[in-house]
Each structure stands twice: as C-alpha cells, then as structure tokens.
C-alpha cells in the first residue's frame, strides 16, 4: 500500500532526529531535500525484519537497511532477551569482518550490552566467523554475535546471533528476540556508554588455532600444495597460521584477493561458486606450471565456508571447482576411514550420498532444514555439511560451519591420496562404484521483485509438476505443513521414480527461497548406478543429460 508523502517525509525526519552515523544522517537529509519518495518509500515501508539469519541487507539509512540506528536497537532487543532469560550479568562476545562499518556495529553491540548491565568482549580485530563461534563456549558467554554479511554483495552487511550453546539462533527465540526489538520505542531509552567493555588479545585467536590441529591424524602427510584464496576477506592470516602450525608447505596466496577489502573489486560478488569469482585463483596455479599446485582452496569473506578446485586437464582454466556436495562426501569418506564415532548430518538440499556413506559404516545419520543453526543442534554430531560450501569438522570446537578446519582437513586427504599416487578425484570415482554416481545441480534464479519468487512458490503449489524430465513425481511433500522430523518451512521436495531406459536410478528436486539473498533456489540430485570404471563417463553424460532435462521442466512448471 502507498505511503502518503507527508507521512513518509515525518518517518524520515523522525529518523534523522536520533541517527547517530553522520554519513547516514547526511543521506537521508538529502532525499528527504530532494523530496524523493521512491527512495524515501524503500527505506520506510517497514523494517529489517530479524530472524533466524539474524538481520542482512543493503547498508544505508533508513529501518529498511543495515545502519547503526538498526543495530542499535537490534542489540537492545537481545540484551533484554537474555536479562528476561535470566542471564542479564553474563558475558557477549562479538566479532566482525572488515565489510563497511563492520567494526563501528561491533562496538555499538558493545556499548548496548554494558549499558543493559551485560558483560561485553569484543575480538582483537576483524577475524573469520569460526574463531566468534568458537569464543562463545571457550569463554563461556551466554550470547555472541558476529558482524558480516558472509558472501553478500559488497553493499550489504549483517548481524549473526549466536546463544551459549555457540549455534546460531533457532525458533522461537529468533521471534522472541524481534519483539524485544520492535518494543525499543526511541534510542535515546537505549544507554550507550563510552567504555566498560573489552576488548580481547591474541590469546582467543592463539585457543582456536590450537583447536584446529585436532582435526587432524598426528603423522599424516603433509605434503600437500595449495594455492588459496580470502576472496578479499578475512580468512588469509588465521588458516596461513593454522596451516603453519599443522605443517603444511605454505599455501601460496591469490596477491590481488589477499587483503580484506570491503569493495570485493577482483569480484562481482564475493562467493566462490559464483562465476568468475575463481578466475584469478586458477590464473595464479596456472602461472605456476607443471610444478603448480595439487589443489586450489577459497574461503568465503568471512572464512566460514570453504572452496575446493582439483586439476581438470584439457578444460579452459585447467581446474574444476567440486561442488560443496561432492567436498561433504569426500570429508565424510575421510572421517570414516579415521574411525570418526557419531552422527553424521547433513541438509534435505544435499546430496544424500552421505546418507550411504553412513550407512555402510554403521554411523548414525540426520537431514535437518537448511543452515548450520539447524545442523549443530543433532545430538551426538560429529560431522556435517551443507552443498553451499559449509562443513562442520569440528563441532566439539566450533558448532557451525568452519572454513579453516574444513581446509586442513581436505589438504590432508589430498596428501594421503597423494602418497598413494591418487587424487580427490579418484576417491570420488571410488565413491560413485560403491554408491551410484549421485549428481546434482542447482537453479538459482537472482530477483529484483521478491514478489516473483512468491509467485513460482504458489504456481508450483496450485499446480504441482506430475513428471519432471520424464520421471513421475512419485512424492511431493509440501514442507510449509512441516514432517514428522522437520519444522514446516517455506520449501517443496518432490521424490522422481527412476527410469531403466534412462539409466538413472531415482532423482529428487527441493524448492525454496533463499533465506539470506533474493534468490530461488532449486536443488536437483540424480543417482546413476555404476558397474565398473570404465561405465562412468556414460553415467556422467546420462546424469547431465537427466539434470540438463529436469531443470528445464520445473523451470517451466515454475514460470522461471
């Protein structure tokens, strides 16, 4: 509904009134000058709504963006969470990543939690997500929060809540939390003390790192060689330091992504699976010739996910990034053949390879919603991954996604399968032969309009797809209603028989918006069995081909 532009002009002045960041004070005195209601009515439709990814979007002034006047209040409401949860004294640890005004919100945070009677302690400098997750537990804080926007464009940042437990917020406190914020009536109610928190040394930095070896077998080889990549991030200095420590030859840096740099400028957007965004990594293990790297790792900005590419002669850039599903089953694989002992987890829009995996080794196995705030909450866990590149090594250190521990671990098998005159491919062969060949794709469609990802949700719900690249739906769960294992969620799975003539053995599509970006998302899984080495290239054209096939029904069945 239209905002009257009177009524529009007196939110913005209100808001202009108690907005404590010079730069966004002079922005919105100036669309409020130049009367522009288009962007006046963007920023003052509504506000950022908190949930369980805790606040993202574009920074600028206004509720409807990430600024300190939303950070505020945002902090406000989780201290008066945590007094109402009866832990008003204890300790909030925050971090943040060196996006534009990442440390400013940090100590906003800061300041809020002393000025609520909480204890605050804020990391040395900008570090990677893994190191705040894993300060929680290690200092035994009742909350933390990280500052970043992970891998969102270089216009945005976000706020990352995290309880005691050291994962990320879930419901009902994600909803509990975003009362106590929209009960903030003015800032000027919210004290903000000068001083009274601290800020850390070294010493948690120097905690994790002697964390991270315990990801590894003492004697393994070590021999790896790796060219890697922050992606303008934060991520260079903690796993150079970890791989130190651990051994390993010293990875050889991208010099031109190397520096934490929040205008990405090497990048259109900071991701690793996004494409050319490992462009200059592959050109700098290309410069290095025949004696060049084994593998080639990227961490996202804030180091919490984890990119692997192996050498693929005869294609343009010579390497070929794995998909996140296929660096969860070679993890998985690895912790096996360690004799890892618990739960094995993973999302319903993974592969569920994994699945298999488990199985064979008699090891316990759960899908739970997407996100790690989900995953680190199986009992007994012992490893999980997500396919967007997100692994859980570690849980007993850090309980979420670790882009430092999951890169030693992959440099590690890439050394023990070297030593043996194999690579991280051939272990994936290996696991196609015992498992079936299980490929998977995604459609990802980017949207200006967040009504249009609404519209395909509703079209595939009022007319559900029967087939899809010629194999029936033989199941479509409809997870807003929720399972038996599974709160209801905005998503559709649809489970495809398979088909002889084809040569695949079953597929499986799930549907969902992105809860981060404004995206919907569709991830596509066929399983082609294998009866021999030589059989495989046919199984990889058959699943292509059948993916190729099943992403432009339901892109049509979707009106995408």
């Keep these: 509904m239209a905002i009257d532009p009177a009524e529009l002009t007196h939110r913005a002045q209100a808001w202009l009134a108690e907005d404590p960041d010079p730069e966004t004070r002079d922005e919105l005195a100036k669309l409020i000058a130049a009367e522009d209601t288009d962007e006046l009515a963007a920023r003052f439709a509504g506000t950022l709504q908190f949930g369980t990814a805790g606040l993202r979007g574009e920074l600028g002034a206004g509720p409807m963006r990430m600024n300190r006047s939303v950070v505020i209040r945002a902090a406000a409401g989780l201290a008066a969470y945590l007094k109402a949860q009866g832990d008003g004294s204890g300790l909030v640890v925050i971090g943040y990543d060196a996006r534009h005004k990442s440390a400013d919100f940090a100590r906003d945070t800061a300041a809020v939690m002393v000025g609520a009677g909480l204890r605050a302690a804020v990391l040395p400098r900008p570090l990677p997500t893994p190191v705040l997750a894993f300060a929680i537990r290690h200092l035994g804080a009742v909350a933390g929060v990280e500052v970043t926007a992970s891998h969102n464009p270089p216009r945005d940042n976000g706020y990352k809540v995290y309880l005691g437990d050291g994962s990320q917020i879930v419901p009902p406190a994600d909803g509990e939390i975003a009362a106590e914020i929209a009960a903030v009536r003015s800032l ?56 130190a420590r651990a051994g390993f030859p010293a990875p050889t840096v991208v010099a031109e992504q190397a ?72 993890l998985a694989a690895h912790l096996v053949r360690k004799r890892a002992a618990g739960t094995f987890a993973t999302t319903i829009v993974s592969s569920q390879l994994m699945s298999r995996i488990a199985a064979a080794a008699s090891l316990p196995y759960e899908e739970t919603l997407t996100g790690f705030k989900w995953l680190a909450r199986v009992d007994g866990l012992r490893y999980a991954f997500e396919e967007a590149l997100g692994y859980c090594v570690d849980p007993a250190g850090v309980r979420d996604k670790d882009g430092i521990t999951a890169a030693l671990l992959i440099t590690e098998l890439a050394a023990e399968l070297k030593q043996s005159g194999r690579t991280l491919g051939d272990l994936l062969d290996d696991l196609a032969l015992e498992h079936g060949l299980h490929a998977t794709d995604q459609l990802s469609v980017r949207v200006e309009d967040l009504s249009l990802i609404a519209d395909a949700m509703r079209r595939l719900r009022e007319q559900p797809p029967t087939a899809l690249a010629g194999l029936t739906v033989t199941r479509a769960d409809d997870l807003n209603r929720g399972t038996e294992t599974l709160p209801p969620t905005d998503g559709l799975r649809y489970y495809l028989s398979g088909s002889p003539e084809a040569g695949i053995e079953a597929a499986r599509v799930v549907v969902r918006p992105s809860g981060t970006e404004p995206k919907l998302k569709c991830y596509l899984e066929v399983v082609v069995p294998v009866s021999s080495a030589e059989a495989l290239p046919e199984a990889r054209t058959k699943a292509v081909t059948a993916l190729a096939s099943i992403k432009r029904d339901l892109a049509g069945a979707a009106g995408i």
Aim: proline share 12%; aromatic share 6%; with cysteine.
């Design 188 to 243: 000027a109610d919210v004290p903000r003390p000068e001083t009274g928190w601290e800020t850390l040394d070294e010493t948690v930095l120097d905690a994790y790192l002697a964390r991270t070896d315990a990801v590894l077998t003492p004697g393994s080889p070590r021999d790896t060689k790796v060219v890697y990549t922050p992606m303008h991030g934060v991520g260079r200095d903690t796993l150079v330091a970890a791989f």
């Design 259 to 330: 520096e934490p740099d929040p205008d990405f400028p090497t990048v259109a957007f900071p991701n690793p699976e996004e494409p050319g965004a490992m462009d200059l990594a592959f050109a700098t293990a290309r410069a290095q010739g025949a004696a060049g790297p084994d593998i080639v790792i990227a961490n996202d900005p804030d180091a919490d996910r984890c990119a692997v590419a192996v050498p693929a002669p005869g294609t343009p850039d010579g390497w070929r990034m794995l998909r996140g599903d296929e660096v969860g089953a070679l």
